[in-house]
């Protein structure tokens, strides 16, 4: 079983910044892709940001330039950096592993921007 847990969130004024991470534990026996997601509430999940093991990175159109996606394979870690957040940021963000024992995802932490 693999356990994601987030955080990082809270509750920052637009032009602000947040760094999330995401720590994976457990039995695996190599992770692939690492991603964030989003969901605000009546709306879809989706894709933030990804990255390979590899380190090649997407991005969602609307954060490129603003958003960093890393990763620290020793400690099966992501992050996110977030930079110039705005209300529209505002959502829960979830962790998502793709390993060779399948794809998981965390609990999400809250992101809020205020105006």
């Known amino acids: 079983q693999v356990q994601l847990v987030e955080s990082g969130g809270g509750l920052v004024q637009a032009g602000e910044s947040l760094r999330l991470s995401c720590v994976a534990s457990?039995?695996?026996?190599?992770?692939?892709?690492m991603s964030w997601h989003r969901q605000a509430p009546g709306k879809q999940r989706e894709l933030v940001a990804s990255?390979?093991?590899?380190?090649?990175?997407n991005y969602a159109d609307s954060v490129k330039g603003r958003f960093t996606i890393s990763r620290d394979n020793a400690k099966n870690t992501v992050y996110l950096q977030m930079n110039s957040l705005k209300p529209e940021d505002t959502s829960m963000y979830y962790c998502?592993?793709?390993?060779?024992?399948?794809?998981?995802w965390g609990q999400g932490t809250q992101v809020t921007v205020s105006s």
């Open positions: 998502n592993v793709l390993g060779s024992s399948g794809v998981y």
């Open positions: 457990g039995r695996f026996f190599s992770i692939n892709i």
């Open positions: 990255i390979t093991s590899g380190g090649s990175t």
